[in-house]
């Protein structure tokens, strides 16, 4: 079975700073990793994914992840982040059956 | 890109009546989708797969005889909650996937509030 963990449940930034958000997933077998981001009241939006190839991803708004198979982790970095990026993250592991598997969230606030 | 649209946004009921919920994919045939259960401030719960032309795939806890799923075309999903209680109050969120593989498109989401 996979699960995900999502390490820190609020993460409070300033603007324009970096951030990082971390994901850890444990798995038998090898997986596929997802960030998706939830605004308010809405469904989700993929940021980024890694199915295989290089394990540096650029994703969406300037995000980007890095698949660390050693340290079976996948987190979340974006070098400024902006008033506009406050949101949810979810971090998720598939094993292509087509079924996602969701870490607890991290909500990111970015403060003026 | 790829649309999945869900409907209604929100709905208010009153407890004992059942509500559906609709899940479409816009621009694709949809050979496999999946509902989710969101609960204020968590994660998305995976609730069921439904694949097209045959039965749901339940994960386990879920009453399917509750929780009734439908996906009798390639682009329509639908999820009715039966007999509907104020616990069943939540976020549902619906995806799609054109290959059956892993999920990239998600609709909008049903806020249900049962009184």
């Known amino acids: 079975a996979q699960s995900v963990t999502q390490l820190d449940s609020q993460v409070p930034v300033f603007e324009e700073a970096p951030v990082e958000l971390r994901c850890n997933y444990s798995s038998s077998v090898s997986v596929y990793l997802f960030w998706y981001v939830q605004y308010p009241n809405q469904g989700l939006q993929l940021l980024l994914k890694y199915l295989s190839g290089s394990t540096l991803v650029k994703g969406i708004n300037g995000f980007e992840a890095e698949f660390n198979k050693s340290q079976t982790s996948f987190h979340l970095r974006k070098p400024s982040v902006h008033i506009s990026d406050t949101a949810e993250y979810f971090c998720a592991v598939s094993r292509n059956t087509g079924k996602l598997i969701f870490g607890q969230g991290t909500t990111l606030q970015v403060k003026p | 890109g790829a649309v999945v649209s869900q409907h209604p946004s929100w709905v208010i009921c009153k407890s004992g009546t059942s509500v559906k919920i609709e899940c479409r994919s816009l621009?694709?045939?949809?050979?496999?989708m999946f509902w989710y259960r969101q609960f204020p401030k968590q994660s998305l719960m995976l609730m069921a797969t439904?694949?097209?032309?045959?039965?749901?795939?339940?994960e386990q806890g879920v009453e399917k005889d509750k929780f009734l799923i439908n996906h009798a075309s390639l682009t329509l999903s639908t999820l009715t909650v039966t007999s509907a209680h104020p616990e069943d109050s939540s976020f549902y969120i619906c995806s799609a996937s054109p290959t059956g593989g892993s999920p990239l498109h998600f609709g909008n989401g049903t806020r249900l509030t049962v009184t």
């Open positions: 621009d694709f045939q949809a050979t496999t």
């Open positions: 439904s694949n097209e032309g045959s039965k749901a795939t339940y």
